[in-house]
């Protein structure tokens, strides 16, 4: 039997366990807290989950732990598809790609690669990348801006090394596949435009987001631009691909569709280069014809018998229950199977 949970009513297994102590939370100012009332009673106390700790199990109200593929099933779902190997391509064809940035420079390369194919092969006209100096990047002499115009003006852009760019910077300089491995540090030089050009992608078909430092300043600031955008251009952005990691899509769907509302269509594109390092996963994305359900199936798989991705959907669930404290998404709900014991 299927029972529905929402998000609040879930045990994450380091939850600040003074939860209930009310004088406790109103007195501590750094702690997100979201009320959980039946009726005009408060039933519970809800705090930001630390996702920088290991997240070791998430309960129902009656003790009984998900199983990863429940966590698959809520985190990643049956939105799995390859936009970039769909056959259907005249229908997934959307005005821009949005690549959320990411503090990991790999990654942020990964899902750059994975917008350039969409851009290659039609699916877009336009890219933006998006992302800021991450907060867990401070450094001395790093600049942490407060408008757009300080950005640009800021003296320390011309002196900042590497690896203290923006992920919007990586996002756009980032090498073509063949030269991935490549070191990174013989391209700091490199101009933004003088790489576009040359890997044929038209300059004026580039934006940049360089402001944000969480998935909802990375939908509210892009929204900002659009807006821009259209006042200046007359042109409207439509519809719009997400492009970023599988156990990133949804929650980063619910927070662009919340900022954005009807404005745009918006679906996502997960970027797969993390995922060819299996055989199983490889041979379906390099198949002469893409597999959707299969690439599914094996992915679900993977994900619910290696120890590190089956932590990943742990912490995705942390993820989800930040932002829905802080008004980011409506409350989700997450579906469970009872198990039969008697087998």
């Not at 092969?121 to 600049?143: A, E, N, P, Q, Y």
């Not at 300089?173 to 540090?185: G, M």
């Amino acid at each position: 039997m299927q029972k529905t949970f929402k998000l609040s009513q879930l045990i994450i297994d380091n939850e600040d366990p003074n939860y209930i102590d009310e004088e406790r939370l109103k007195a501590d100012k750094d702690k997100k807290i979201k009320e959980i009332k039946n009726g005009d009673k408060v039933i519970r106390h809800l705090t930001w989950i630390d996702n920088s700790k290991d997240i070791k199990s998430v309960t129902t109200p009656d003790g009984r732990e998900l199983t990863p593929e429940e966590l698959f099933d809520f985190v990643i779902g049956n939105n799995i598809t390859d936009l970039a190997k769909s056959e259907n391509k005249s229908e997934n064809k959307a005005d821009i790609a949005i690549v959320l940035g990411n503090i990991g420079l790999p990654t942020t390369r990964e899902r750059a690669i994975k917008a350039f194919e969409l851009y290659k092969l039609g699916l877009v006209k336009k890219i933006i990348f998006t992302g800021g100096i991450g907060k867990d990047r401070d450094k001395k002499d790093i600049m942490h801006p407060e408008s757009l115009e300080d950005y640009m003006s800021n003296e320390l852009i011309e002196r900042q090394e590497w690896n203290e760019r923006t992920e919007a910077d990586w996002g756009a300089e980032t090498l073509v596949k063949e030269q991935f491995e490549e070191n990174y540090q013989e391209h700091t030089k490199k101009l933004t435009d003088k790489f576009l050009e040359n890997v044929g992608i038209n300059l004026e078909d580039i934006l940049i987001e360089a402001m944000s430092t969480t998935t909802q300043e990375n939908a509210e600031f892009c929204k900002n631009i659009f807006d821009s955008e259209e006042i200046e251009t007359g042109s409207q952005i439509k519809t719009a691909i997400l492009v970023t990691t599988c156990t990133h899509g949804n929650r980063a769907t619910r927070q662009f569709k919340k900022v954005f509302g009807d404005k745009i269509k918006l679906t996502w594109c997960p970027s797969t280069l993390d995922l060819e390092q299996y055989d199983s996963l490889k041979a379906i994305l390099n198949a002469p014809k893409f597999d959707e359900i299969a690439f599914r199936h094996e992915l679900k798989r993977i994900y619910c018998t290696e120890p590190k991705l089956t932590q990943m959907l742990r912490e995705e669930i942390g993820h989800n229950r930040n932002v829905f404290i802080r008004d980011e998404i409506d409350e989700p709900e997450i579906t469970t199977v009872d198990r039969d014991m008697s087998r």
